[in-house]
Every structure is written in structure tokens, then in C-alpha cells.
């Protein structure tokens, strides 16, 4: 194989944006060509951004996305271009990779495996293609393949039977905790497999409920890292096959769970056109990691932290939201709400036990959601995976919002994230009063969570194994769980389905998220 300076365009694209993603693209391909590249690489559906769902079923849509293909094409003068984008035939609508050389379109190879599990549907909109494609490539013969074509080792041993030289794919690999480090071992088995070097360019950027980590990679033959680029940022890494790259060290697991959240709440609040954000600021933990993270993903000058005390809300916890926004630097009010519940308890009357304890709850959201309406302002949710897993939440209330950062966090996550944000920033950002007051809602006197779920450490390993590895109640009995737990928290997330349907989407972080991950009906009699 002769020498080959790679591109790799490890860019942030907006899903429906062509002009924007066009724009993009050829910004990667200037720069790769001033830096003395042969190919650049863009991840899966660059043109479009990933997934882009029923878009796929219009027309119109289709038509627009080759055309913006063509487009990329023409400016391909003197390097290669590896697009990705959508493409119809008379085989159907493809998941395709676009060769663009000399200003045309010179092949297109078409996506061979199409998953169709966990958040991904790809077979709802594409068709497979049949074909191995292996083609000359700046001295070199490079096999093509797309996201899911690598993870099996079919298609790679056909490219090496077919006489490839090196393997290219073009992906969009969502993030969850631990999936770059696996990927990465993936690609290196099929580099030993194959005896071939791989080329792996990946999509960052959060999308709706999805965040990609980028981390895109260059391997030799061995399945050694030739170069890796960073994680949760755009980057153009620049790689000679036959040489030593970069290569960015993965960050250790909280920094990376950090990372995503931010990445994903900065571009959730950006793509949907919101400049700040506003969220309840209650003196607990949860709300208090929800501030410290959008303060980092937009400035603390874009972040609104409302406290709205009630008779039940100590002076502790009002103490700690106002230290908390001074030591975050963000905009801070407080807005009592007792005059508005004796009102509502007024006007309605006979309000007693957990319908006088949700309407404080349902009061804030309110306003939280008037203050949104008034300035335009996302309402950022602060609920956590344990609450939502077994219900511990208000519909109308603190499920109210546009965004639930901590959607896919166990509570004893957050602990641990908070301590690390304090660690990061060498010193209290998140007052430690916080952190080791016993969590309530102050939705009555004395509450505590404990009063109505398991402690959190004995819950949370019983959620993981029930939720996201849907172990069984005999399973979990097997695992040595308390019986009294596992009977409690399985009841809990049975009953509570009608709310999660119900919350703000919210980003993926865990193998098995709520939502695309685990569609369970909401009528529904089994019971385990």
C-alpha cells in the first residue's frame, strides 16, 4: 500500500440542516486539503445528521439530501471525498457512502447491515445493500463500510477476500458509559482478523436523546492505535497511514459521563434555538448537579436558578440554592409559593396527604413554565433514573420541562458526579452541605426519601439489573437482593410507565435507556 495521508471529519452536524451540514463538510474538506490530505472521511449520514427518522419517508427530503451530495461532490478537486448520505435507487433507499472525486460522484457503496434493536430502526427506512465494494483510494484499496458493517466480522472478511488493503467506515455510534473503550476493542479484532488496517470516523454532537462521543481512530494491521481523536468535540484528525498520529487518551469514566451531559444539554438547548436555560433550584443535590452542568455547557450567564420555598422548605436548603448560584455565578431569585397554594387549597378545598404534597410541586412547575413562556427560556427538568424508574415524581410538577439532563442518572451517579465537579474545579462548586443532606422533597415535614423507597444504594443496583438487564424477580432473588427491595422497587417500575411516557426526553448514558430502548405498554397486566 502506498503512502496515504487520511482526514478524519469528526464533525457536529444538525439532522435536517443540509445547507448547514454542506457547510460543514466543506470546511473539513478545505482544511484536510490544506493540511496535504488524500481522503477525507465524514461519519454515517453526514449530509443529513443522524438519525433523521420519518424525514427519511418524504420525498422531498430524499431529493434535497443528494442534491446537497452532488453539491460536496463538485468541490472534491484534487482529494477524495467520503460523504455520507442518504441515497435512492430502483433497489430502494440506501444508507450509503458517496465517493467523491474530481468533482462527481464516482461510486456508492450501500449499507449492508442495518440494526434494528435498542434505539435503532434503520431497517424501517433503508435497504440493505448486497455488494462488497473495494476500490482504489489515493494508492491504496480500501474496502468501504458503515457503522454496523464493522461491528460483525462478515463484511470485513469479505473485503480482505476481495483484496482491500485497508478498511474505511463511515459511523454514528452513540455514546453510552463504556461503549468508546468497547468499540474500539471491537475495531481492533477486526483489524487482526482482517490483517488490514482501519480508518473509523465517528459523529459527535448530541441529537435529541442521543449524544455522540466522536473519538474517531486510525488502526494499524496489529488492531494498534495509530491515532485517536478527542472525545465530545469536533476535530479534524489528520493521520499518515504508515506513521505514528495524535492519540488522545480516553478520559476516565466520570469525566466522560461529565462530558456527554454537557455536550448533550449545549446542543439540545443550541439546535432547538434556545439561548438560556431556567430550572427550580431546591437546595437538593439533583437540581444543584443540573445548575453546575448547564452552567458549564452555557456560561452561567444563560442559566436562571428559581428557589420556591414553602412552609416545608428548611433554611438549610434555601441557604444552600443561594450559595450554590453565587458560587456558579448565575442569575438567582427566589419566588415563595405558600401564598399561592393557600389560594389554590382555598379555591379547591379537602386537599389532604399526596394531592397537597404534589400541587407544591405542580405550583412550581408553573411557574418555572411561565417564566419559560415570558423570556423564552428551556425549562431544564431535574429528576434523576431512580426517580423516574419507580414513579417518585409529579406529573405537571418537577416532571415538567423540555430537557431532563439526569434522565438516564442514578441517584448515587449524582452523588458521585457532583463530588467529581467539586474535585475538577478544586473547590466547592456544589456546596458539600448539599451532597451529604439525606435527600427529600420537603413536600411535607420531615419527609426523606427513605420514607418511601428503598435507600438508594440498595435501590439503584436492583434498577440496573431490573431495568437494564432485565433480570428477572427469581433472578434477582439469585443475586442475593433483598427480598423485600426487589419486591418493592418491581412494583414500583411496573406502575410508573404512565409518567415516564410523560417526561421530557433526555439524554442516553447507560446500555438500556427509558424510551427507544425499553418500550413497555402502559396497559399491560404481566406482572413478573
Not at 490530505?37 to 461519519?43: I, Q, R, W, Y
Not at 431495568?467 to 427469581?474: A, F, I, K, T
Request: glycine share 8%; charged share 25%.
Amino acid at each position: 500500500m502506498e503512502r496515504m495521508r487520511v482526514a478524519l471529519a469528526q464533525i457536529n452536524t444538525v439532522v435536517g440542516d443540509l445547507d448547514g451540514n454542506r457547510a460543514r463538510i466543506l470546511a473539513a474538506v478545505e482544511e484536510a486539503r490544506a493540511a496535504g490530505a488524500d481522503v477525507v472521511v465524514t461519519p454515517e449520514l453526514a449530509v443529513t445528521s443522524y438519525p433523521p427518522e420519518d424525514l427519511l419517508l418524504r420525498p422531498a427530503f430524499v431529493r434535497a439530501a443528494e442534491e446537497t451530495t452532488r453539491e460536496i461532490a463538485s468541490s472534491a478537486q484534487g482529494i477524495v471525498v467520503l460523504v455520507g448520505t442518504p441515497w435512492q435507487s430502483p433497489d430502494g433507499l440506501a444508507n450509503a457512502c458517496a465517493v467523491c472525486s474530481e468533482g462527481e460522484i464516482v461510486a456508492l457503496y450501500r449499507k449492508r447491515l442495518l440494526p434494528n434493536y435498542g434505539v435503532f430502526d434503520e431497517e424501517r427506512y433503508f435497504e440493505p445493500g448486497a455488494e462488497a465494494l473495494v476500490l482504489p483510494l489515493a494508492g491504496a484499496r480500501a474496502g468501504l463500510t458503515v457503522c454496523e458493517d464493522v461491528w460483525r466480522p462478515e463484511p470485513a472478511a469479505d473485503l480482505a477476500a476481495a483484496g482491500a488493503e485497508l478498511l474505511v467506515n463511515l459511523s454514528a455510534s452513540p455514546f453510552h458509559l463504556g461503549k468508546a473503550e468497547e468499540r474500539e476493542a471491537m475495531l481492533a479484532r477486526r483489524c487482526r482478523d482482517t490483517g488490514l488496517p482501519l480508518v473509523f470516523c465517528n459523529l459527535v454532537g448530541g441529537q435529541d436523546e442521543l449524544v455522540f462521543d466522536g473519538h474517531s481512530v486510525v488502526l494499524d494491521a496489529r488492531g494498534d492505535v495509530v491515532a485517536r481523536a478527542p472525545g465530545f468535540e469536533e476535530h479534524l484528525l489528520v493521520c499518515d497511514l504508515d506513521g505514528p498520529g495524535e492519540v488522545t487518551p480516553f478520559a476516565e469514566p466520570l469525566e466522560q459521563l461529565r462530558r456527554a451531559l454537557v455536550l448533550a444539554l449545549r446542543d439540545y438547548a443550541g439546535k432547538n434555538g434556545f439561548a438560556d436555560v431556567v430550572l427550580g433550584l431546591s437546595g437538593g443535590i439533583d437540581s444543584a448537579l443540573v445548575a453546575a452542568l448547564a452552567a458549564d455547557a452555557l456560561g452561567p450567564e444563560r442559566v436562571h436558578a428559581v428557589s420556591m420555598p414553602s412552609r416545608y422548605s428548611s433554611e438549610g436548603t434555601r441557604g444552600d440554592a443561594r450559595r450554590l448560584a453565587e458560587s456558579l455565578g448565575c442569575d438567582f431569585r427566589e419566588l415563595p409559593i405558600e401564598g399561592i397554594v393557600g389560594t389554590f387549597h382555598e379555591a379547591v378545598g379537602g386537599l389532604e396527604g399526596l394531592a397537597a404534597e404534589n400541587l407544591q410541586a405542580r405550583i412550581r412547575g408553573m411557574v418555572l413554565m411561565s417564566l419559560s413562556n415570558t423570556h423564552g427560556w428551556l425549562v431544564l427538568a431535574t429528576g434523576n433514573k431512580s426517580e423516574l424508574s419507580v414513579g417518585y415524581s409529579t406529573l405537571y410538577g418537577d416532571l415538567a420541562g423540555g430537557f431532563t439532563p439526569l434522565k438516564d442518572v442514578f441517584k448515587t451517579d449524582v452523588f458521585r458526579l457532583a463530588r467529581h465537579l467539586n474535585e475538577r474545579a478544586g473547590r466547592e462548586l456544589i456546596p458539600e452541605s448539599i451532597i451529604e443532606r439525606p435527600p427529600t422533597a420537603e413536600l411535607r415535614a420531615d419527609q426523606r426519601d427513605e420514607d418511601s423507597l428503598p435507600p438508594y444504594a440498595q435501590l439503584d443496583p436492583v434498577l440496573e439489573a431490573y431495568v437494564e438487564l432485565d433480570r428477572s424477580r427469581d433472578e434477582l432473588l439469585e443475586d442475593g437482593f433483598d427480598p423485600d427491595v426487589v419486591a418493592r422497587t418491581v412494583a414500583l417500575v411496573d406502575r410508573a410507565e404512565y409518567k415516564r411516557r410523560q417526561a421530557p426526553p433526555g439524554v442516553k448514558l447507560r446500555p438500556k435507556a427509558f424510551g427507544r430502548d425499553r418500550r413497555t405498554p402502559i396497559t399491560n397486566r404481566w406482572r413478573d
